[in-house]
Structure formats: structure tokens, C-alpha cells
């Protein structure tokens, strides 16, 4: 990986996955004048992704790192964001191809009439959330607990202060509030039945597939990757930009 890193004159960017996965081929579309290089799990990225900032000898490297959106908190994403680490704007790869725009462009190449389509995958993805709502929002909070769990202060020396440190720590993290307000986001998506927030925040690695029945075809990612080869791909990685975040 190294050698291929330091023998390339264009921008890195780590990504999840591997170098036959769906990350790395739709990766690969959006970001064409980068090397892209797929480092299995979100801590391998975020950890390349700032070894290779904060290492000198490779300070004209230009490195950045993409993830999944996942449960992340604002606070996550800012200091996330500080090391050119940059979410998604939907939960999950899987999920950039369920956008409406790709939506569209499927069931138009298929001969559906898309306002129909459209329709269909909204109950059904609102439905999902309705039924997995509270393993969402537990998820959705956990990751939110563990995260400020992190922040505990490691300046603190002598069993006195390590147990101020850590009683603070816990006073400070509301569980109860944290579930409430994760709990008014799901309810507010499914209420209003919001497809484009949905999408954001409904974390499901099955979702593109469970979609295929609709489109009558037998995988749907692999229907999109395959529309790539066709005239449609300049609108296909049109589509899978605005919900990708700009490098610079």
C-alpha cells in the first residue's frame, strides 16, 4: 500500500472496504482524480487517514479519509473533520444508492414509472424504521455514550482525581435525554415520512438489496455499478456526488 501511496502524484483518499467491494467501485466514480485506497474498517481509515497528515515525511501527501455516516454526533463529525476526515451524508454506502435521484434514473431504465417506485421504497424504508425503532435509537445513543465516554480526562493523576474525573464524566451524560432526543428524530422521520433524512440516519447494510424486488431485478447495487458501464453514468455519479463530501 505504501509503495503504491508514495508512487502516485495524485490526492489520497482511504476509504472502507476493500479493493473488489461496492465502497471502493462507487469510491472509485466519485472521485476520479484521486488514488483510492481501501482500508477494510472506519478506525483503519480515520487511523491512515491521520498517520499520514501528522507524518512529515509525507507532508506532500494530500490525505483524506471518507466514512459512513453511521450514528455520529456533530461533535464526532467536527473532530473528524479537523483531520480531513468527512462523513457521508447518508448512513451508510448502501444507502447513497438508494437516493432518490438514483431511484429515478433505475426505474427509468427500466420502463417503471419512477413517482410509482418512488412511493413503494419510501413505505417500505419507513416501515423498516418504524420496526426497528428502538434497536435504532439504542444504537443511535450507545454510539452517542461511547463517544462522550471518550472524552474522559486522562490529565487526571492520583486515585482522587480519577474518581472526580470519572464521576463528572458520568454526571455529565444523560442517558435518558440522549434517548428522547434520538427517539423525536426517528419518530419526526417516520411522522413526516422524510426519505432524504431517512436516509441519513436509518443505518441498514441490507437496505440497497431489499429494494431489488421493486426494480425486478436480482441485486440492485450490482445493477447500479453495472449502469455505470452505459450511457447513464455521467448522471449516476452526478447523482452519488451531492450526497458525497467535497476534498479540498
Do not use: W
Not at 219 to 244: F, G, V
Amino acid at each position: 500500500m505504501l509503495l503504491e501511496i508514495l508512487g502516485s502524484r495524485k490526492k489520497i483518499v482511504f476509504v472502507e472496504g476493500d479493493k473488489g467491494s461496492l465502497d471502493y467501485k462507487i469510491y472509485s466514480a466519485i472521485y476520479p482524480n484521486y488514488l483510492i485506497v481501501p482500508r477494510g474498517g472506519c478506525d483503519k481509515v480515520i487511523e491512515s487517514t491521520k498517520a499520514m497528515r501528522d507524518n512529515s515525511e509525507f507532508h506532500h501527501i494530500k490525505a483524506f479519509g471518507v466514512i459512513d455516516m453511521d450514528y455520529r454526533t456533530e461533535d464526532e463529525i467536527k473532530a473528524l473533520k479537523k483531520s480531513g476526515i468527512k462523513p457521508l451524508n447518508v448512513a451508510e454506502i448502501e444507502n447513497i444508492l438508494c437516493v432518490p435521484e438514483l431511484l429515478e434514473i433505475v426505474a427509468n431504465n427500466q420502463g417503471f414509472d419512477y413517482k410509482k417506485i418512488y412511493q413503494q421504497v419510501l413505505d417500505f424504508v419507513i416501515n423498516k424504521i418504524s420496526e426497528n425503532l428502538e434497536d435504532q435509537c439504542s444504537k443511535r445513543s450507545s454510539a452517542e455514550i461511547e463517544f462522550k465516554l471518550n472524552m474522559f480526562n486522562t490529565k487526571a493523576k492520583g486515585k482522587d482525581q480519577l474518581s472526580v474525573a470519572l464521576k463528572d464524566l458520568c454526571d455529565s451524560i444523560d442517558v435518558s435525554k440522549i434517548y428522547d432526543k434520538n427517539l423525536e428524530i426517528y419518530n419526526q422521520i417516520i411522522q413526516e415520512k422524510n426519505y432524504k433524512k431517512a436516509l441519513l440516519y436509518y443505518n441498514n447494510k441490507g437496505l440497497s438489496k431489499s429494494i431489488s424486488k421493486f426494480f425486478e431485478v436480482r441485486d440492485y447495487s450490482n445493477h447500479i455499478i453495472r449502469l455505470l458501464s452505459t450511457e447513464n453514468r455521467e448522471k449516476i455519479i452526478s447523482a452519488l456526488k451531492q450526497y458525497a463530501p467535497i476534498l479540498d
